[in-house]
């Protein structure tokens, strides 16, 4: 499948928290979900895109964390 997704590398800094990562806008979003792991591979994990990809198709970004 190949996916049509959009994704911009972006951070999120809190201030205590920094996240770089990939976020996958929906452009009528109304949240988004912030999937943050400790290693490289588990972001191209097929699980984790699978159930960003459904998010996504419900209205909900996302940010796959690096």
Do not use: Q
Not at 14 to 31: A, M, Y
């Amino acid at each position: 499948m190949i996916s049509n997704k959009i994704f911009n590398e972006i951070l999120i800094d809190t201030g205590k928290v920094r996240l770089i990562g990939n976020l996958s806008p929906h452009s009528s979003s109304t949240g988004i979900v912030i999937f943050s792991h400790g290693s490289e591979s588990r972001r191209h994990s097929s699980s984790i895109n699978f159930v960003a990809d459904e998010l996504n198709r419900k209205g909900i970004s996302t940010h796959l964390s690096k």
